[in-house]
């Protein structure tokens, strides 16, 4: 729009909205800062002796060994599916995002079951061998090498998808020069493809660590000690709030630095150039196609298959479906109301940042636009953390109004109706409607947006008899996936949550901090069940109609 022309109404409750939406989600970045200034020098002493050097330690060697596995399992099994043919290669496109619908803490469960003492490994591997030298062969779950596989095997899926796209429009005019030179497929792999796809691997790599920062069930319940690990202990074990902001600084540098990875990573794959010639899939043959159906089968067995056996077992064996558990119900309840309301909310708040930038495209539309979407590289703990003091501000608020009217106090508003959760969804999960309504708007060309004004029509009619029906994939692929994003957050949830009041991820977790994680199988089966279809949703749109031949 022209600088002389006056902004209409909607244009202008749409600019006031969109920044307020950005101010929303960097509280609690600021009210971090704030709590960190706060004094806590009879902490720090004890922290520093006994806690930061092995949170630092353990936190950088869980980014570096997650981001290994993932990159191993993510850049390989993205290579052999975008350019070989081999025979189960179809069903490989399918598989190999799944692991996406496991959560890390669920992972983490399910192994420390299996490979304990007395677990199903061990009761078949003393089929065979007494039971001492069954234990000594089995694999140390509880450790940061356990750790970086469970992780690094559920989260591989991220570079899969972003190495998987690069590979399938690599140029076919430089590997076939790689080969004429006498390269081999190994060699071509790693002196030209790889290279090439480094952008998108440093993009899949950044999500991977971010993803691994917000982890806390996993990490806690495996006994590494992170710095999310840390922040929690020193929120809710030592009681010191400035002490845990001042931790969520040093995890929110880390965050930026990844940031700065994923946008520098972006900027370069913008700008390279594309072939219009394709790299054809290379046919694989006997040994070749075995060797590459069990490099892509092996991480969807142990990423997705193996759990998901396990709690179906458990959740079956036990009964727990048929038993008619009230508390499985309604804790389902609960995770269903929380993650409907936010994901409403979060799509409305998505839809509102964009069209105040669509219809004045500002230095001010523009900057909310791209504060609205770092709330998902808050880590979860460090949100709620950030949320704590915003919440009870208004609930303060809400008293003193309460009082000045005469009326009985309304207690904890926000905490107690389970609103400060749905905020913290909201506001983490933010970027995901932002992303697939930015992607649908992108399709959509200015000049519809003129022709209707061309015939007066106004803003809001344009929405609603243009726009509205040309983004309803992208709306109903933010539905999908925010909805079952909010169904599998943990460390939010826990810490937010109403008192008594428990979702499908927190009862889970209460059952393995007890060490009877089977009798959560049934909700933990349940999660995954519902995070299936939007990994199935999305993987359709991964492959190229007919291959890059």
């Known amino acids: 729009m022209p600088a002389h022309v006056t902004p209409s109404l909607p244009e202008r409750i749409a600019t006031i909205l969109a920044a307020l939406i950005a101010l929303a989600v960097a509280a609690p970045v600021i009210s971090i800062i704030m709590l960190a200034i706060a004094p806590a020098d009879e902490l720090w002493p004890h922290l520093i002796a006994y806690v930061l050097p092995q949170a630092f330690r353990d936190t950088a060697l869980l980014l570096i060994g997650v981001g290994v596995v993932a990159l191993i399992a993510g850049a390989g099994t993205a290579w052999l599916v975008s350019l070989h043919d ?18 890390t803490y ?35 779950m509880r450790s940061l090498p356990g750790a970086v596989g469970i992780i690094g095997l559920v989260l591989y899926p991220y570079v899969y998808l972003s190495a998987r796209t690069m590979f399938q429009l690599q140029s076919a005019e430089f590997t076939e020069a790689a080969r004429v030179l006498g390269a081999s497929r190994w060699t071509v792999f790693r002196r030209v493809s790889l290279p090439m796809a480094r952008p998108a691997l440093a993009v899949g790599l950044a999500l991977v660590s971010l993803e691994t920062l917000n982890d806390i069930g996993a990490s806690e319940y495996l006994g590494v000690r ?86 179906a077992r458990q959740s079956f064996r036990r009964g727990l479906f048929t038993q008619g558990d009230a508390m499985l119900w309604r804790d389902a309840w609960h995770s269903f109301l929380f993650a409907a309301i936010a994901t409403i909310v979060a799509l409305l708040l998505g839809l509102i940042v964009l069209l105040a930038q669509r219809w004045r495209r500002t230095a001010w539309t523009t900057l909310s636009a791209s504060v609205a979407q770092t709330g998902y590289a808050l880590p979860g703990l460090v949100l709620a953390l950030g949320l704590l003091t915003p919440v009870l501000a208004i609930d303060g608020a809400l008293n003193t109004i309460a009082a000045w009217l005469g009326r009985a106090s309304p207690g904890l508003v926000m905490v107690g109706s389970g609103a400060a959760v749905v905020i913290a969804y909201v506001i983490r999960f933010l970027a995901v409607p ?66 008594n009041v428990d979702t499908l991820a927190t009862s889970i977790y209460q059952y393995a901090s007890r060490g009877s994680f089977e009798d959560g199988a049934a909700a933990a089966l349940l999660i995954v069940a519902a995070s299936i279809p939007p990994v199935v949703w999305l993987t359709r749109f991964a492959d190229m109609p007919r291959g890059p031949d």
Request: proline fraction near 8%; aromatic fraction near 8%; include cysteine.
């Open 434 to 499: 932002t992303g697939f309504i930015k992607a649908g708007f992108d399709r959509i060309p200015v000049d519809y947006d003129d022709s209707a004004r061309s015939v007066g029509a106004s803003r809001l009619r344009t929405l609603r008899r243009v726009q509205l029906p040309l983004l309803r994939p992208a709306l109903l692929g933010a539905v999908i996936v925010v909805f079952v994003d909010c169904l599998k957050e943990l460390p939010a949830t826990l810490l937010l949550r109403p008192l």
């Open 226 to 311: 992170t710095l999310t690990v840390a922040i929690f202990t020193t929120w809710l074990n030592r009681g010191s709030l400035s002490g845990a902001a001042q931790l969520s600084v040093f995890m929110l540098v880390i965050v930026a630095l990844l940031i700065v990875i994923e946008r520098r990573g972006r900027r370069d794959a913008e700008m390279s150039s594309e072939s219009p010639r394709l790299t054809p899939r290379t046919p694989l043959h006997g040994w070749g196609n075995a060797l590459a159906l069990i490099g892509c089968g092996v991480p969807v067995l142990l990423g997705f298959a193996l759990p998901l056996s396990y709690l």
């Open 106 to 140: 669920l992972a983490a469960y399910v192994y420390v079951d299996l490979f304990e003492p007395l677990g199903l490994v061990h009761t078949l591997l003393m089929q065979w061998l007494p039971a001492a030298d069954a234990v000594e062969l089995l694999p140390r």
């Open 86 to 103: 081999f025979h189960g290669r179809a069903l490989m496109l399918w598989l190999l995002p799944l692991p996406l619908a496991i959560p």
